[in-house]
Structures are given as C-alpha cells and as structure tokens.
C-alpha cells in the first residue's frame, strides 16, 4: 500500500546536547519581563468606558444612611478604571467581600468567609449600640443624631430629682472627736501616758481583750475619761515581762536602723557569739540569751555611721517612750574630737591641735544656746572642753546630725563623735560590737 505523504524524518543537531526531560514536580520560575515597552493592554482593560455617573443620594431625614455601596460599584473591570488606565490590583479579600454577584456566602481566597458589612454599608437597624457615656440629644462622631432611647440610664438633666426615699443612714459619731468634745482621750493614748506600755502594745492587748475599762472589756478606739479605771489582765504582763532591751557598742560603719547605702544595720550583730563575757557570766535577772530577743528591736536615739558608742535597741514600748517620745527629757553625753576650721575642712588655716585656744569664747557660748536647725531653735546644751581637743556635749534632743550641724555652723570639723550616757546608763568598759542586757535595777530616768 502506498501514500502520497512524505516519509518524516527526524533531524538531529550533532553540535547540540539532547534537552533533559523536565522535572513535573520542581518549582516553576516566573516569566522574565521582557526590556521595553510596557505589555499590551487587553482589549478590554484599554477599550474606553463610559464615565462614571454621580450616584444619587436618596432623600430623607437628616442624618439617615447613605444606600448600600454595593450599588454604586463598578461593575466593569476590577483592575481598569473608567479613563482606561490600568487600576492597581486590589485585595482579593475585599474582591471576594464585594461580590458584584451578590452571593452572601462566598469564600475567599483564603478560605474565610467574608466579613460583615463595614462602616456605611450597614442598615440602619445594624449600627451599633450608643456606649454608657453617650447622651441623648447629641449627634455622634459622623454628625448623626442620637436616639434618645439608646442612651442607658438617660440624661441626669433631663430626668430631674428623683422623689424615690433615701434611705436613713445610721448615725455614726467620730469617736476621736467626740473624746475631744467632751475631755476625752482614746484608749491607747490613755495607757501610754498612763506608762503601761504603748500605743502599739496597747492596740494589740485591747484587740486580745486584755484591758479592761471600768470592769467592762475594752473596745478598740473607745475614749475614756480622764477619771476611768484601766485595768490590764495578767496575760499582758506575763508579755510584757518577756521583752527586753539591748545595749550595744555600736562600731563604726553601720547605721540604727534599717540597712541603707550598703551599710549594714547594728541589730544584726546582736547574738550569742558578740554577747559581753560579763553579762553571759552573771546576765541580768538570770536571762540567757534566745533568738526570739532579736524580733521586733526598735532603736530608741540614733547614732551615725561614722558615729560610735551607746546605742539602745529594745521591744518594751514603755522604754521607747522613755527616750524618744514627745516629752522626754532624757539627757545624752557625747565625746566629740574637732578640728578648728574658720574656712571649712579643706580651706586654710585648719588648726588640728590646741583647738580650746584657737576657738573663740563667744562661738562656744553659742554652741550652748543661740542656734536653729531646720528654722527652729535648738534647747539649751552643756558644752564643755574636756581636753584641748576635745569637747562634751549634754542633749536633751536628737535631730538628725545635730552635734556634726552645730559645729559647722561655728566652724568645727567633727572627726569623731562617741555618746557614752543615756539618762542613768552609761556604756562603761562594754567592748566595740558587744551588747548586754539592760539590769533590773538599771534605769534611764
């Protein structure tokens, strides 16, 4: 059988390598952009449209929305616009939430369904609730007039006083002040002046219903006449009995109170190795040394840091009181070394030894009485020289620095600073950083 076809053959290129067959599952490239022109526009993206019409505002009471959107789309080409320039390629999540079909179920690209109806798309039963603080009668933020219903409780001005009955609230005086009208003090108050303990001691014994008042219990903040009859059960004494007060030798570089500055505080060299051998061989009312004595100590008169000597920490409030409360009258003996500075410490004319004969009688007598700190003046004060470069003072308060303030103020240098007596106690032969407890028989007044 025979064809008028040509037989095919097949022609190779022997300067040519044959073509690998292609990878179905390696990665496509893009298509390389050719250099000129930009691409040929589709017939329909370059084709001109009609212009676009104005849509018309339907009329209606002020403040009504505007018709759905979607009515007024274009609905020619997404990615044209009507002068036949090419658009920019919009979302097609907002394609797909804007569909010209009007399908309401209609998933995106990304497999989400489309979000509600945003801003004046929504009808006007769809437009959100008013919030707490919106008032009736306003307009909102789009220049709309708010429904007088939507506001929750209403206008406070429109609605007027209310007729409804208060209810009667029932009468609670002031104690404090009543106690003030009538000659009276609070509880606590009482006891510390009366010298049974202090306000804090006294708060928590009446809140133990340990004070009684006239042969009744206490109540916490009750004011009592002058005249009452304050009663403390054994219990609180058998407490009280139970605290102690601490002397110590304060050394250099830590502070009375609470640790600052990195300095530590001195309670925390109260313990039984830094307790005096003389104490710990005869202690005081046969007292031994427990970790409980470390809890709650208070110091009453602060020293320094750079300050040393008798320093008195104790838990009996009665003490605290004693020395530092707003009528003691509990004298205070320093030892204080000083240098003779009329221009400062670092100025000319320092003098360091013989300082009694360089230092001018009339300063001294006004580091006895004449000076103010903090715009008030200060007491009276015996001082003393004790040698010629030494001098003693004898308080009866304790501001902050004072003795260092003081001799400023008349141009001396402190250089060392000592308190060797609090009322009765004196610190005798206590070595530096040893403690021991206050005797029965010691007091300070």
Not at 23 to 32: E, L, M, N, S
Not at 182 to 208: P, V, Y
Not at 292 to 302: D, F
Not at 353 to 365: E, H, M, S, T, Y
Request: overall charge positive; proline content about 12%.
């Amino acid at each position: 059988m025979t064809t008028d076809k040509p037989a095919r053959t097949l022609k190779l290129n022997p300067g040519t390598a044959a073509k690998p067959p292609s990878d179905p599952y390696a990665p496509r490239r893009a298509p390389v952009r050719p250099p000129g022109p930009a691409r040929a526009k589709s017939v329909s993206a370059s084709a001109p449209k009609p212009p676009r019409a104005a849509p018309e505002r339907a009329a209606g009471p002020r403040g009504a929305p505007p018709p759905d959107r979607r009515e007024r789309r274009w609905e020619g080409n997404p990615n044209s616009r009507p002068d036949g320039r090419e658009a920019p390629r919009q979302d097609m999540r907002q394609d797909q939430r804007q569909d010209p079909r009007g399908r309401a179920e209609h998933p995106n690209a990304y497999g989400r369904p489309p979000a509600g109806p945003r801003g004046d798309e929504r009808g006007w039963n769809d437009r959100p609730a008013p919030r707490q603080g919106d008032r009736p009668g306003r307009s909102d933020a789009f220049g709309n007039p708010r429904d007088p219903r939507d506001a929750p409780y209403g206008d406070r001005a429109s609605r007027g006083p209310s007729n409804a009955p208060r209810a009667v609230q029932p009468h609670r005086p002031d104690l404090a002040r009543v106690g003030n009208v009538r000659g009276e003090i609070r509880l606590n108050k009482r006891m510390a002046d009366l010298g049974l303990c202090s306000r804090r001691e006294a708060d928590e014994w009446i809140a133990r219903g340990w004070v009684l008042v006239n042969g009744e219990p206490a109540v916490m903040g009750m004011p009592v006449a002058p005249d009452a009859q304050v009663d403390v059960l054994p219990q609180a004494r058998h407490q009280q009995a139970g605290q102690v007060t601490i002397l110590l030798h304060k050394p250099m570089g830590y502070v009375s109170g609470q640790p600052e500055d990195g300095h530590e505080a001195a309670a925390t060299l109260i313990g039984a190795p830094s307790q005096w051998r003389g104490d710990a061989r005869h202690p005081a009312d046969s007292r031994r040394f427990a970790p409980e004595h470390t809890r709650g100590l208070a110091p009453c008169g602060r020293l320094d840091i750079d300050s040393v000597g008798l320093l008195v920490l104790t838990q009996d409030g009665r003490v605290a009181r004693t020395l530092i409360g707003e009528s003691s009258g509990i004298e205070k003996e320093y030892l204080v070394r000083v240098h003779y500075a009329p221009n400062g410490p670092n100025g000319s004319g320092v003098v360091t030894q013989n300082v009694q004969a360089a230092f001018p009688a009339d300063k001294l007598a006004l580091l006895r009485h004449g000076l103010s700190l903090d715009d008030q003046p200060l007491k009276p004060a015996q001082v003393d020289w004790m040698n010629p470069e030494q001098l003693c003072f004898i308080l009866k308060e304790g501001k902050k620095r004072q003795i260092r303030r003081m001799c400023e103020q008349v141009g001396l240098h402190v250089v060392g600073l000592k308190r060797i007596r609090i009322g009765n106690v004196v610190l005798g032969n206590l070595p530096v950083g040893q403690w021991r407890y206050l005797g029965a028989g010691e007091s300070f007044a």
